[in-house]
């Protein structure tokens, strides 16, 4: 095997476990959102500008810049037991998982909102399902 083989080899299998670090939190994400104690998207903004991040969820809805959510925050939003089962379910750990949700959420609700209202029940999760079908495609 010539240098430049390993070299190809190695960035292949760091964009392949980024890939699969984006797969793992998309997936979570998704899991979070389906849950039927949260509620699907609409549920978890509820939740979440229930915990006081109003002028957050708004900002993701809205066309400006999305607000950042602290991985605390959705630490208290979703329970320590749910967190822990999905950071074991997924094989991450619970810092790794929080910090990526806290990252993916924004983005995934901004794309579900385009008009700044999210879809309900059905077309909510065909949304979830279409956007998890363009990331893989990516």
């Known amino acids: 095997m010539s240098i430049l083989d390993k070299i190809t080899g190695g960035i ?6 980024q890939a699969d670090e984006q797969g793992n939190l998309l997936n979570a994400a ?3 959102m389906n849950s ?3 509620g699907g998207p ?3 903004l509820q939740a979440l500008t229930k915990q006081g991040q109003g002028d957050v969820v708004n900002s ?3 066309t400006g810049k999305n607000l950042p959510i602290s991985p605390d925050t959705l630490l208290n939003v979703f329970g320590q037991e749910k967190v822990q089962q999905m950071a074991a379910s997924m094989g991450m750990s619970i810092p790794s998982l929080l910090s990526g949700l ?4 924004p983005e995934m609700i901004d794309k579900l ?7 309900a029940g059905e077309e909510a999760s065909d949304a979830l399902g279409q956007l998890a079908k363009n990331f893989f495609r990516n």
Request: charged share 15%; net charge negative.
């Open 12 to 17: 292949a299998d760091q964009l392949k476990g």
């Open 30 to 32: 998704m899991e979070i």
């Open 36 to 38: 039927p104690d949260v």
């Open 42 to 44: 609409s549920g978890m």
């Open 60 to 62: 993701w809805l809205s």
């Open 102 to 105: 806290s990252t993916m959420l």
């Open 113 to 119: 909102s385009p008009g700044g209202k999210l879809p």
